[in-house]
């Protein structure tokens, strides 16, 4: 088995953000996109409001943080 990769900042000032997990990975995450929506595959409550959307929570009963912030686009988080 691979070793887990540490916690890492994504952030996008003009565009948006799409990222793919692997469905059995253990994680936290906390995304933000100002002017655009937050989508998740994973089991996320996503809180997509008028000026900006959230998403944050843990994953496989949590591990390091994955941290995105887009402005002026979407973030997508995917399972493999």
């Known amino acids: 088995a691979q070793d ?3 916690s890492m900042d994504v952030a996008n000032r003009n ?10 990975a253990k994680f ?3 995304a933000t ?6 989508h ?3 089991n996320l409550a996503t809180d997509n409001g008028n000026q900006h959307s959230t998403v944050s ?6 591990g390091p943080l994955l941290h995105m912030v887009a402005m002026k686009g979407d973030i997508t988080l995917h399972k493999s």
């Open 4 to 6: 887990p990769i540490g």
């Open 57 to 62: 929570g843990s994953v496989g009963g949590g």
């Open 15 to 24: 565009g948006s953000i799409q990222v793919t997990v692997p469905e059995n």
């Open 33 to 38: 996109a100002m002017d655009g929506e937050v």
């Open 28 to 30: 936290s995450v906390e």
């Open 40 to 42: 998740t595959d994973f």
